[in-house]
């Protein structure tokens, strides 16, 4: 299937699931060269992926892609395309995935013209919604030889599963967050009906108690679940209604050792009481390989590798909060601060600053790069030249945590995030900033105890004297060795679970099976 579309810096065609970069005189020539070559799937051999919004969502769909391209399935990721003229932060993450995996077809949808990337502040599911009708003829075009759809959570909360019954194909939901906000998710619509009218906004600071978790404040839910009356909450809560009835499974990006407890209740049917809960399919952790683990071509090293590689091992903290994480000019200030006054080396990737409403906005153009001087106190980097590297906007995250150098984790605790933390055996220092990062923030650091909160990131403000606190106890004191400790623990289990014959690998063995 032929595509056109703008990617990330200019004009891209897909060539067998490559992004290649292209003059407009090229195009036409190109369009044709690709028709008489262009080599369809046997038929029913294909699985199509739809992975929603944004770069945390498009990671591990392309890690799973992989595991179907193991097995002798053809895979399409079906990605949907930003407004008309927009260019956004996934649509550069699209660009490097279909670069490192030549071996998956990347489809772009074109988004049609009523889609207004200015309504997502406010409802980002408004123009997600309108891209049902482009995935549907997309599906039709490619029909009869798809076998079957995975779905994001995010395309179940714009109902685009009624695409796949339409056209009876069997539809999954990967979802891409821990089995623990899972069964949280699932169990919303029953303990919302409980409270009735009230908002979880409104109920006071008494604990909460959802299936396979530990208790937690109201606070720690999702900051847009404690108003029932949001929209976004809404549709959330319409999305995790529709699993147990419309899903034929549900993929999750874990492993079977790290949650027992809320894998029990998900399989025990506490989590939907008077329904049943789909077959759930452990197969994680599925995290990126890095940006030299694929493509045909040897990308060229991060800058921050090689300033890695002339550090000493365990001793560089780096600082990282995924691909929507900004803070005003006040809170970046508090962390130069604190991480001057620390002494320890750090790593630090900073993004030019964003309003944020509660709701991160996954259409939102992309940043330019962040002006360092500006806000950073003034002389900063000078003074910890030394010792600390600033990258701007972006560094290969999954290298860098795996590289020897590497000691710690200040982390928003996304689910990619910990997952990546927990392959290299890093401890966290957890400052979470929306979605379910504060569920697993509780769970990183009171269920495995392979992390320490950063107090304050619920106040809005970590302070200076914080970060410098809790960067030293992580980095020197006794507790922080035996989070450490358990940090590597948590990876000797992942990499068992990964192994030949492990759990995850049996888990993907099941689910092939309902094929």
Not at 4 to 15: A, E, K, N, P
Not at 325 to 337: D, H, M
Not at 459 to 478: C, G, Y
Request: proline share 7%.
């Amino acid at each position: 299937m032929l595509l056109l579309s703008r990617i990330s810096c200019g004009r891209y065609i897909t060539r067998y699931g490559r992004l290649v970069s292209m003059a407009p005189e090229d195009i036409r020539s190109s369009v044709h060269a690709d028709r008489a070559t262009e080599r369809p799937a046997a038929m029913g051999d294909t699985v199509v992926l739809n992975p929603g919004l944004g770069v945390g969502h498009l990671v591990p769909m392309v890690e799973l892609a992989k595991l179907f391209l193991r097995r002798g399935f053809a895979v399409t990721v079906v990605v949907n395309g930003p407004p008309a003229g927009k260019e956004t932060d996934t649509s550069a993450a699209v660009a490097r995935a279909a670069a490192a995996n030549p071996s998956v077809h990347f489809h772009v949808l074109p988004a049609p013209p009523d889609v207004d990337a200015a309504e997502a502040p406010n409802n980002l599911f408004v123009p997600l919604r309108r891209m049902n009708a482009p995935f549907r003829d997309y599906l039709r075009s490619v029909l009869p030889s798809v076998r079957a759809l995975v779905l994001d959570i995010f395309c179940f909360c714009v109902d685009a599963v009624d695409v796949a019954l339409e056209l009876g194909l069997p539809a999954y939901v990967l979802y891409t967050g821990s089995a623990s906000s899972l069964a949280v998710n699932l169990h919303l619509p029953h303990m919302q009906a409980q409270i009735g009218d009230t908002s979880f906004g409104e109920v006071g600071d008494a604990p909460l108690s959802f299936p396979g978790n530990r208790p937690f404040r109201p606070t720690e839910l999702p900051r847009l679940a404690l108003d029932r009356h949001n929209e976004v909450y809404r549709s959330f809560l319409h999305a995790f209604e529709r699993i147990p009835e419309a899903s034929r499974g549900i993929i999750v990006n874990t492993f079977e050792s790290l949650e027992t407890r809320a894998l029990q209740a998900l399989r025990d049917g506490s989590c939907v009481p008077g329904g049943a809960t789909p077959p759930v399919y452990c197969v994680g952790p599925m995290v990126s390989s890095g940006e030299s683990g694929g493509g045909e071509e040897k990308q060229q090293q991060h800058e921050c590798l090689a300033w890695l590689d002339a550090q000493p091992e365990k001793s560089v903290v780096f600082l990282c909060f995924g691909s929507m994480g900004t803070f005003p000019k006040r809170q970046l200030s508090e962390i130069a601060v604190g991480l001057e006054r620390s002494g320890q080396r750090f790593l630090w990737v900073l993004q030019t600053p964003r309003g944020d409403s509660g709701v991160p906005d996954m259409l939102a153009g992309a940043r330019a790069e962040p002006d360092l001087a500006a806000l950073l106190p003034e002389g900063f980097l000078e003074r910890t030249g030394g010792r600390g590297l600033v990258v701007k906007s972006w560094a290969p995250q999954a290298d860098v945590l795996r590289h020897g150098a590497t000691g710690a984790f200040v982390t928003h605790c996304g689910w990619n995030s910990t997952l990546e933390a927990i392959v290299s055996g890093l401890p966290m220092l957890c400052w979470p900033l929306y979605a379910e990062q504060r569920q697993n923030k509780v769970f990183v650091v009171e269920e495995m105890g392979a992390g320490v909160e950063m107090a304050g990131y619920d106040a809005e403000l970590v302070a200076a004297a914080e970060v410098e606190a809790k960067v030293r106890w992580v980095m020197e004191s006794d507790g922080g060795r035996a989070v450490r400790e358990r940090a590597v623990a948590a990876k000797e289990k992942a990499s068992q679970a990964l192994s030949d014959g492990g759990a995850s690998q049996a888990a993907f063995d099941e689910f092939l099976k309902d094929f």
